[in-house]
């Protein structure tokens, strides 16, 4: 055989290889805040590239029940849970319980999220702490139950290269600041060190940390800033890529950071906002 001749063995292997890069197929995954928005299109988008997917959410029953349904009737595997994610014993009782179902996590989306707006000098201290708890301290809680399973499991080479993979979503506003949002931008500035930080620590452990910072993407929480004709104008001219985002925008950012693909990339942030960091005001002027 010379040296540029595959054998039959190598081939397959390679073949399997190519397939467990580009699949999902055997993992399991939480997705918090999943029945709507982003969170929605996350875990659709987890399931479709083979995962079993914890739909978490805190309130709404039925829309969580309709986002398990569409991924069962697309013939993927999915499970409703009710955890406010900065509630301690609600986070750990939903890892218990996608453990008892699914055996293990390999994928942890800390995506729930929500904003509580108000000029600084009028926020209220609830306002602050809420937004902090949901977004930050929710974050924390979900990581840490992620990790402790992903030490406890560690590499199964047949499925996934690491440990374990958690996707932080965080926000364009990790970078820019904004105004009548302290709260929030604060919250997600906080993710962004999180991450870094938690990557950084589990690495040598073959745990990949990364996080996605989304831009305006048509959802329930800015359904203000692109339902209108005169809004949508005025959002667009802060995105040089001239479109408002879609859930599945983020979804497919989502599959690759989970999956081999993105296996030498850990403590990164994926812009994926149609250039809204990029300083559009600048196009003219500067
Ligand atoms: C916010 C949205 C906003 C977008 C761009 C997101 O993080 O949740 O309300 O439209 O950033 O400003």
Redesign the pocket.
């Known amino acids: 055989m010379d040296a540029n001749t595959t054998c039959d063995v190598c081939e397959v292997r390679m073949h399997e290889a190519r397939i467990r890069e580009t699949t999902l197929d055997g993992q399991r995954a939480i997705v918090t805040g999943a029945n709507s928005g982003i969170g929605e299109g996350i875990a659709k988008g987890l399931a479709e590239a083979g995962a079993a997917v914890v739909v978490n959410y805190v309130r709404g029953d039925d829309q969580a029940q309709r986002v398990v349904d569409e991924i069962r009737s697309a013939g993927g595997r999915a499970l409703p849970f009710q955890a406010d994610v900065s509630n301690e014993e609600e986070v750990q009782a939903m890892f218990r319980r996608a453990i008892d179902e699914f055996g293990t996590v390999d994928i942890l989306v800390n995506n729930a999220g929500l904003?509580v707006d108000a000029p600084f000098h009028d926020m209220t201290l609830a306002q602050w702490r809420k937004v902090i708890d949901v977004n930050l301290t929710g974050q924390f809680l979900c990581a840490r139950e992620a990790i402790r399973e992903f030490l406890r499991r560690g590499v199964v080479a047949e499925l996934s290269c690491s440990a374990g993979k958690i996707i932080c979503v965080s926000?364009?506003?990790d970078v820019i600041p904004w105004a009548g949002h302290a709260n929030y931008a604060a919250s997600k500035g906080g993710v962004s060190m999180l991450m870094k930080t938690l990557a950084q620590e589990y690495a040598m452990r073959k745990i990949r940390i990364n996080a996605i910072s989304?831009?305006?993407i048509k959802t329930p929480?800015?359904t203000s800033?692109w339902t209108t004709k005169d809004a949508e104008a005025a959002l667009l001219k802060l995105i040089p890529y001239y479109r408002v985002g879609e859930t599945r925008d983020i979804a497919r950012a989502a599959v690759w950071l989970a999956s081999d693909h993105s296996d030498y990339v850990t403590g990164a942030t994926l812009y994926v906002d149609g250039g809204?960091t990029l300083y559009p005001e600048f196009r003219e002027g500067g």
Do not use: E
């Open positions: 904003q926000s364009v506003h989304p831009g305006a929480i800015n800033a809204m």
